[in-house]
Every structure is written in C-alpha cells, then in structure tokens.
C-alpha cells in the first residue's frame, strides 16, 4: 500500500482536522469527534446532518455550509458513524424547526442514525431522516436490502438544504427531500479498486482489460465483471440503465458526471461529452452539468452517472445559493 | 456477570479470525474484527462496574458496544444487551424466568432495529430458536443449567439453518442466491455468546 498518510489510526480525525482548517470561517469540528459542523450555527431554520463512512470525500463534510448541511459526521473508512457521534451532531445543529438526518441506505448507517435520532428524541429534539437510494445497479426487491445511496445524495443536500435555509419547515423539508430521492438515479463503474488504509490492500483485483460494472462507492463488487471498452460505450451502458428505470425523455434534467476519486478530468470530461450527446439525442434536455469528485471511493478509477429530473420548484432550490467548500453556487 | 461477559469477550476473540472469514464470503468481512474491538472497550469498563447490579452492567455493555463496534453488528448487539439490562435493572442475581424475560427483551430489540425475523440468515436464526427452547424449559419447571443447555443445542442448529437459507437482510441479501451455503456470522457469534453464558453459570 502507497498512501499519503501518517498512522492508519489518525486517517479520519487528520482528515477532519484539515478540512476545517481548508475554511476556518465557515466550518467547525466537535471535540467529540469526527464531526463537522456550520462555524456559525443559524437558528430558525431546520438543521440538515448527513454523514457515513469516511472514503468519500468530499462528502459529507464538504458539503457543510450555507444552502446545504448544517452538520456532518464521518465514521471510519467505510464503517457507519456510531449513534452517539451522529446524535452529538444532531445536538450541535438542532434548532426549534427540527433536524433532518439524509442517509445513504445501508444496513448499517440506517440503524447507527435511527437509534441516534431516537437519543435525539428523548432530549426533546425534533428530528426525523429521509433515505437516499439512488443506485439502479442493485436490484431494488423484498429480497435485499434495497438500492444503495451514492452519489445522487448530494443533490438531495443541495436541495433540500436550499429549501431548509428559507427557513421551510422539517415536513416541507422532508418532502422536498423524498422528491429529490424519488427522482434521481445513479450509476457508476470502475477500472480500479481502492484500498482501504486498515486492510492494506485492494478490495478486489482487476486485470488491465477488466472493469467492473455497477460498483458501489466501498468498492463492493458490482453487478457484472465485464472486458474494458471505450470510454463512450460505457457511458452508454449506465445511461441506458439509468434511462431504462425511470422516464426522463421529455424531462430536464441536472446531471452530475461523478469522479471514483482516482480519474482524471481528462477522463471525466471525455464521457460528459458523450452524456450530452447522448441525451441530446433521448430528447432529454440537460438544464444544469456537474464534473467533478463529489461521492468518491478513495483512490478508485472510475466514474458514476446522475440524473436528476427537474421542475420549477426543484429548479429555484438547485440554482438557491450554496457556500461549501464543496459546491458553490 | 462481570465475568461472564469477560468470558464472551474472549471467546470473542478466539473466534474472531473465523468470523471474519464467514462474514468475507458474504458481505464485507469485519464481524470478527469489529465484535473484538467493542468487547475490547466492554473488558475496559468492567472492572469500574464491580458492585453494580446487573441491569447497569448490561446497559453499559450495551452502550459501549454501541458506541465501538459500527456498522450493523454494533446498534444489534448493542440494543440487544441494553434491552436486556433494563429487564434486569436492580437486580443482584439471575434466575430462569429473569434470563427468558431478559432474553425476550434483547431479541424484541433486535427485531425493532434490525426489521428483520427468523429465515433471513441473520443472528435472530441462532437467538429466536433458543429463546423458544430456554422458555419452554423454564416453564416447564426445569432448572436454568438444564434448559439453557437446550437452548445452545438450539442456537447451534439455527446456525446450521442458516448456511440451508438466503440472505434477505443486511449485506449479504446483495449476492442473493450466491449466499445459500454460507454460514451466517452474527447467528454465530450469537451462539458463542449463549454458549460461553452456559459455560459460566
């Protein structure tokens, strides 16, 4: 393992450390622990607090800021936060409006953030949670746990957070929030593996021809492992999945070309070229373009594809005012 | 009880390679790692709770296992032993019907937080089976040692149920069908603890 670390066991707590120190002004870190909160807490609006594993940088702490969190909890690598540290988080940001928790559905972060928001509840505190399932890569059925939250969460931040910051209440919140999630898909690929700082070595092996198709973002094996191709004939592939699961033809759409940590923009901007291309073609009409790093799996090489479709309210709040170290608008 | 779960929290950690290694076929191999870790942090408060009765023991237990362990094991296990202490807040000593209502008590925890029942591969298929067995016994005016050796003998083989089944809950429910054939690590770090309690009445 080649890594840019100092001790395996201060990964997360330095992380934390240097990305409040990246915009003093603006972010916070609880002495508790891996917690980040707004450096100026506001009142009278709903507190947003999202928060995972951490390995996904720039979420969650990222995004904590005007227009989107108001709080962020990171657990270890990959490991769901513990009740009591997202409960501290909730603590810190809570107003009289409530809290909103927004979790990536996995079994773990689930029920970490459940019993946290039940602490929550017995202090008093407002606080309920929607939960994000954007990954068209996994079968969605009685018979798994259901689809994974990936990267269309930050737009479910961006949104609601614009919604919460005009001071809305947390059913008004809630339900902006469930429309985001109702609306955005998300599927993603890789050429790599990551590797995780405690365990040393990849989660899996890849051969120079192979890629992995509908990954997720701990590097979890996807739905298929498949011959590599060409940047556009995967892109293809994705799109049509994600195009297939719900119909944006017609629609407009935000979109967000995502990188897996370890691709290059070169790369990125090769398939948002496609994208376009593509969707010109669907009829489905691109209103706003993300490229970037936004829900990433370490060192991972890859990318993901979101589709988020838009109507006038869900338009207003994605252009509302954002002042992360993350994502400004 | 203070040695009780010490002695869990060995036997914990003799097993946990092995239950590192069925969590890796399945899903994303840190069970072992993880249940050690929090035990490790419950060993460390043990010796402060000396005196206390057993419900505060168990809360704690519960709390630090909580706040240690992560992922899905951590809030199961944890709610399940705080559950468990509240049944037995204040008392010194345990009895037969104390351990089936406690019991009752940590399993209804688990089904609260996990959403889950028996049949899915998952720890309930070990837990559920030998509360049924331990109930039974006591009811039937056997003494704790005699229906607690029945209700491992049940745990046990809900652990071998649970390499016949698929996973519909957690992680593993991700492969599906790939699962069947597995032996389900939470229903087996289940039964070491029912065994090991057996093992130190």
């Known amino acids: 393992m080649k890594k840019l670390i100092n001790e395996v066991v201060n990964v997360e707590e330095e992380m934390i450390l240097g990305l409040v120190k990246s915009a003093p002004d603006k972010l916070r870190k609880l002495d508790c622990g891996t917690v980040v909160v707004r450096a100026n807490k506001k009142e009278g609006k709903v507190a947003l607090v999202s928060g995972g594993g951490s390995g996904h940088e720039p979420a969650h702490g990222g995004y904590v800021g005007e227009g989107m969190l108001d709080g962020a909890v990171a657990g270890a690598v990959f490991t769901s936060p513990t009740p009591d540290q997202i409960y501290e988080a909730i603590k810190a940001v809570a107003t009289d409006k409530g809290v909103l928790c927004i979790v990536k559905n996995y079994t773990g972060d689930i029920m970490n953030f459940e019993m946290a928001i039940d602490m929550a509840k017995d202090e008093g505190i407002k606080a309920d949670y929607v ?199 | 009880m203070i040695d009780i779960l010490k002695a869990i929290a060995a036997k914990i950690d003799e097993e946990k390679d092995y239950l590192t290694e069925l969590d890796n076929e399945i899903a994303d191999g840190d069970h072992g790692v993880n249940m050690a870790k929090g035990f490790d942090a419950v060993v460390a408060k043990l010796d402060a709770m000396a005196g206390k009765d057993i419900g505060s023991i168990l809360k704690t237990t519960g709390m630090t296992l909580v706040s240690t362990v992560g992922g899905s094991a951590g809030p199961l296990y944890g709610t399940a032993f705080m559950k468990a202490g509240a049944k037995l807040a204040g008392k010194n000593e345990m009895d037969g019907k104390d351990l089936v209502e406690a019991m009752e008590a940590a399993i209804g925890g688990i089904q609260m937080r996990g959403k889950a029942t028996t049949g899915e591969k998952t720890m309930l298929d070990a837990l559920c089976p030998a509360f049924d067995a331990l109930k039974e016994g006591i009811e039937a005016g056997e003494d704790l040692k005699d229906a607690l050796t029945k209700a491992v003998k049940a745990a046990e083989d809900g652990v071998e149920y649970t390499k016949t089944i698929k996973a519909t809950k957690g992680r593993a429910s991700y492969i599906g069908d790939r699962s069947i054939g597995h032996q389900d690590p939470g229903a087996t770090s289940a039964f070491y603890m029912l065994e090991t309690l057996l093992a130190n009445i």
């Open chain 1, 131 to 329: 939960v994000v399932n954007d990954d068209v890569a996994v079968k969605d059925s009685l018979y798994t746990t259901g689809r994974r939250g990936v990267a269309g969460t930050v737009l479910v931040h961006k949104i609601a957070g614009a919604l919460a910051e005009k001071g809305a209440s947390l059913e008004e919140v809630k339900a902006v929030a469930e429309k985001v999630i109702a609306n955005v898909r998300t599927m993603g690929m890789a050429i790599t593996a990551c590797t995780m700082p405690a365990a040393g070595k990849p989660g899996f092996e890849l051969a120079d021809n192979e890629m992995e198709i509908g990954i997720g973002i701990h590097g979890e094996p996807g739905t298929s492992r498949e011959a590599l191709k060409p940047a556009n004939a995967i892109a293809e592939e994705l799109l049509n999945k994600i195009t297939d699961d719900i119909d944006f033809v017609g629609k407009e759409v935000a979109v967000i070309v995502n990188g897996m940590g370890g691709t290059p923009l070169m790369e990125l901007y090769i398939v948002n070229n496609f994208v376009h291309d593509y969707l010109d073609k669907k009829g489905i009409k691109i209103y706003d373009t993300m490229v970037g790093n936004y829900m990433t799996s370490i060192e991972m090489a890859g990318f993901s594809i979101t589709l988020l479709r838009l109507d006038d309210e869900l338009k207003s709040l994605y252009n509302a005012k954002a002042d992360t170290p993350a994502l400004k608008r």
